[in-house]
């Protein structure tokens, strides 16, 4: 197909789905859909993050939407590429963005068709993705605006003393209260400052960043550096592939001064309570001088994990006997401050293997416990899954945007087990030789590997930066936990009598749900209500990240950085929405914990 072709096709479709959907015309829109197709959307027909599988549950999506969304003026999109073939042969997808117009707000809608010489518009669709983009009640933030930045409350007011009761809220109330300086917290007040939403941060450490410098001192991202691009701040050049996780925290506290965001450090969020009647919170903080303060905002966002919340601690037989120091690995530091000649880490997932490899460059003698498989790749194999964000010619914010139907549920299995498949077969000398030295490999669930065990878990995986070729060599030794009878005072006794020896047991064994962190600070029945926390839920989305929590008010945000980076602007629209008033009843989002269907589910969902 000429890209003429294409574009013609693409215009056609566009008007004919624009002439159906405001006709209610079901006929009409079933025919420019395969019959497995998908809708997947961010905000802009359902104020939250929903998908729909089958064309019979797209359809009914979209004329069960129509009357109070009134999405239209669907068109070509001038800000996106233009319809435009990708790849070739069986695998070739026809992909085109188009704009249009909410009653609250704009929108972008991205499609991919399947070449068809049958169809009158040159394409079978198969997937739709669409993402709110802006909202009616905002304006373009003013670019250096006239004057030094404030008005003065009273003669003689200086700038210094301005900030500091507009830092210090002796005046009203934050419209957002953000729990956690991290990426997630401080994106989400960065782009909730740009919709003119005011937002105190609270974190419970001495500076910005603290998150990620109390961590164990070899930590590295395990991704490259041109897909943990922050908004509105470009890294500097100078910054490596694998960020440490020094520079991470230094980053964090240069983008928090630089966009000005308000942050209490050395501050604890002690909890709240919600009237509904007002619609706020009841917030108790408990500040670096030991004294509270009580504030009442509107909307409360948690970004205070990636994944993860708690610890979680295993009861492990006998680890009580045991004489030596037995930490989590969230505690680990370096291999120095432990003196350690003989070490056992309980686990094989990420953490393990690169405290188990700090140890033993450190001279320690390291037996990693294993005890459930472990999916293991080379990190630049892993790389591969992220190749759009590392060519150079693909922007940021493209490869963002695909992300939004390649996250389609089963759409991103079948593609998470293909590059499982692919990664499998060029990594097999090094999979070859870990199971070899005893490490029990594994596929993930239905042969999906890593990249779904991070949407499932957060853990179960290694992506190999040097430990696997020590493991290889026999440097670090793996013991099936099952050989394990107990912990006794000097290791651990084993099947056979004997008795590993150890100086320190360290507990790589991952996180509680952050269900656990809600239910310490709201009680156990907004917990009840919010559920699981970054699971995939029955649609196949992250539960409760970013969207609609079933507790009004109440918003959760974290992830990876690639992750927070979209799902923070689309977190700040819907509390700016939330604020406005503009979501309506039906498409209020319901406890997990309650009978009640979400508003415009269909019998359709979840077909394929």
């Given at each position: 197909?000429?890209?003429?072709?294409?574009?013609?096709?693409?215009?056609?479709?566009?008007?004919?789905?624009?002439?159906?959907?405001?006709?209610?015309?079901?006929?009409?829109?079933?025919?420019?859909?395969?019959?497995?197709?998908?809708?997947?959307?961010?905000?802009?027909?359902?104020?939250?993050?929903?998908?729909?599988?089958?064309?019979?549950?797209?359809?009914?999506?979209?004329?069960?939407?129509?009357?109070?969304?009134?999405?239209?003026?669907?068109?070509?999109?001038?800000?996106?590429?233009?319809?435009?073939?990708?790849?070739?042969?069986?695998?070739?997808?026809?992909?085109?963005?188009?704009?249009?117009?909410?009653?609250?707000?704009?929108?972008?809608?991205?499609?991919?068709?399947?070449?068809d010489?049958?169809?009158?518009?040159?394409l079978?669709?198969?997937?739709?993705?669409?993402?709110l983009?802006t909202?009616?009640?905002?304006?373009?933030?003013?670019?250096?605006?006239?004057?030094?930045?404030?008005?003065?409350?009273?003669?003689?007011?200086t700038?210094?003393?301005?900030?500091?009761?507009?830092?210090?809220?002796?005046?009203?109330?934050?419209?957002?209260?953000?729990?956690?300086?991290?990426?997630?917290?401080?994106?989400?007040?960065?782009?909730?400052?740009?919709?003119?939403?005011?937002?105190?941060?609270?974190?419970?450490?001495?500076?910005?960043?603290?998150?990620?410098?109390k961590?164990?001192?070899?930590?590295?991202?395990?991704?490259?550096?041109?897909?943990?691009?922050?908004?509105?701040?470009?890294?500097?050049?100078?910054?490596?592939?694998?960020l440490?996780?020094?520079?991470?925290?230094?980053?964090?506290?240069?983008?928090?001064?630089y966009?000005?965001?308000?942050?209490?450090?050395?501050?604890?969020?002690?909890?709240?309570?919600?009237?509904?009647?007002?619609?706020?919170?009841?917030?108790?903080?408990?500040?670096?001088?030991?004294?509270?303060?009580?504030?009442?905002?509107?909307?409360?966002?948690?970004?205070?994990?990636?994944?993860?919340?708690?610890?979680?601690?295993?009861?492990?037989?006998?680890?009580t006997?045991?004489?030596?120091?037995?930490?989590?690995?969230?505690?680990y530091?370096?291999?120095?401050?432990?003196?350690?000649?003989?070490?056992?880490?309980?686990?094989?997932?990420?953490?393990?293997?690169?405290?188990?490899l700090?140890?033993?460059?450190?001279?320690?003698?390291v037996?990693?416990?294993?005890r459930?498989?472990?999916?293991?790749?080379?990190?630049?194999?892993?790389?591969?899954?992220?190749?759009?964000?590392?060519?150079?010619?693909?922007?940021?914010?493209?490869?963002?945007?695909?992300?939004?139907?390649?996250?389609?549920?089963p759409?991103?299995?079948?593609?998470?087990?293909?590059?499982?498949?692919?990664?499998?077969?060029?990594?097999?000398?090094?999979?070859?030789?870990?199971?070899?030295?005893?490490?029990?490999?594994?596929?993930?669930?239905?042969?999906?590997?890593?990249?779904?065990?991070?949407?499932?878990?957060?853990g179960?995986?290694?992506?190999?930066?040097?430990?696997?070729?020590?493991?290889?060599?026999?440097?670090?030794?793996?013991?099936?936990?099952?050989?394990?009878?107990?912990?006794?005072?000097?290791?651990?006794?084993?099947?056979?009598?004997?008795?590993?020896?150890?100086?320190?047991?360290?507990?790589?064994?991952?996180?509680?749900?952050?269900?656990?962190?809600?239910?310490?600070?709201?009680?156990?029945?907004?917990?009840?209500?919010?559920?699981?926390?970054?699971?995939?839920?029955?649609?196949?989305?992250w539960?409760?990240?970013?969207?609609?929590?079933?507790?009004?008010?109440?918003?959760?945000?974290?992830?990876?950085?690639?992750?927070?980076?979209?799902?923070?602007?689309?977190?700040?629209?819907?509390?700016?929405?939330?604020?406005?008033?503009?979501?309506?009843?039906?498409?209020?989002?319901?406890?997990k914990?309650?009978?009640?269907?979400?508003?415009?589910?269909?019998?359709?969902?979840?077909?394929?």
């Open positions: 197909m000429s890209t003429t072709d294409i574009s013609t096709g693409v215009r056609a479709w566009c008007d004919e789905f624009e002439r159906a959907l405001s006709s209610r015309d079901a006929d009409g829109l079933r025919s420019l859909f395969a019959e497995r197709s998908y809708l997947r959307d961010n905000g802009a027909l359902t104020w939250d993050f929903r998908q729909f599988h089958g064309r019979d549950a797209v359809v009914s999506t979209l004329l069960d939407v129509v009357d109070e969304i009134r999405p239209t003026g669907f068109r070509v999109s001038d800000s996106w590429p233009q319809p435009h073939l990708l790849g070739d042969g069986e695998g070739a997808t026809i992909e085109a963005f188009f704009d249009f117009d909410t009653v609250a707000g704009t929108a972008v809608a991205l499609i991919n068709g399947t070449p010489d049958s169809s009158p518009y040159g079978e669709v198969h997937a739709m993705y669409t993402r983009e909202l009616n009640s905002v304006s373009e933030p003013e670019r250096h605006p006239r004057g030094s930045g404030f008005t003065p409350a009273h003669a003689g007011q700038y210094a003393e301005h900030v500091r009761r507009r830092r210090e809220w002796v005046d009203g109330d934050p419209d957002v209260l953000i729990v956690g300086a991290g990426q997630a917290g401080l994106v989400a007040a960065a782009h909730l400052a740009q919709l003119g939403v005011s937002a105190l941060i609270v974190d419970k450490n001495e500076r910005v960043g603290d998150n990620w410098r961590r164990y001192d070899s930590l590295s991202l395990h991704n490259p550096v041109e897909m943990n691009g922050f908004p509105f701040l470009d890294f500097p050049p100078h910054y490596p592939e694998y440490p996780k020094d520079v991470i925290g230094g980053w964090l506290e240069t983008y928090a001064r966009l000005d965001l308000n942050v209490w450090t050395s501050t604890d969020f002690v909890g709240a309570e919600r009237d509904e009647s007002s619609g706020s919170w009841t917030v108790t903080l408990r500040t670096a001088d030991g004294s509270e303060r009580v504030l009442h905002p509107r909307h409360i966002v948690l970004a205070t994990g990636g994944i993860g919340g708690k610890p979680s601690i295993p009861a492990l037989p006998g680890l006997a045991f004489s030596g120091p037995v930490l989590h690995s969230a505690s530091t370096k291999a120095s401050d432990y003196a350690a000649r003989k070490a056992i880490i309980v686990g094989t997932a990420t953490s393990a293997h690169d405290i188990a700090d140890l033993y460059e450190n001279g320690t003698e037996t990693m416990v294993q459930n498989p472990v999916v293991v790749n080379h990190v630049a194999t892993a790389n591969l899954a992220y190749a759009g964000y590392i060519d150079p010619t693909i922007p940021t914010e493209l490869v963002d945007i695909r992300y939004g139907i390649g996250l389609i549920n759409l991103r299995e079948s593609a998470s087990q293909q590059y499982h498949a692919f990664a499998k077969d060029l990594d097999a000398d090094l999979l070859k030789g870990l199971e070899a030295a005893g490490l029990r490999l594994g596929d993930g669930v239905n042969g999906q590997g890593w990249l779904d065990l991070f949407l499932r878990t957060g179960g995986y290694y992506l190999n930066k040097g430990a696997s070729e020590v493991i290889v060599a026999g440097g670090i030794k793996v013991l099936p936990y099952d050989r394990i009878v107990e912990f006794v005072g000097d290791g651990a006794k084993l099947d056979d009598g004997s008795v590993l020896e150890a100086d320190i047991v360290i507990l790589a064994t991952g996180y509680l749900n952050r269900k656990v962190e809600v239910a310490d600070q709201f009680g156990e029945e907004i917990a009840d209500r919010v559920g699981e926390i970054a699971r995939l839920d029955s649609e196949g989305e539960s409760t990240m970013w969207g609609q929590s079933g507790q009004p008010g109440l918003w959760i945000n974290g992830g990876g950085i690639n992750q927070i980076r979209p799902g923070s602007k689309l977190l700040a629209l819907l509390i700016k929405a939330d604020l406005d008033g503009s979501i309506p009843a039906g498409f209020r989002r319901p406890p914990n309650a009978q009640a269907r979400h508003p415009h589910e269909t019998a359709s969902i979840g077909q394929s």
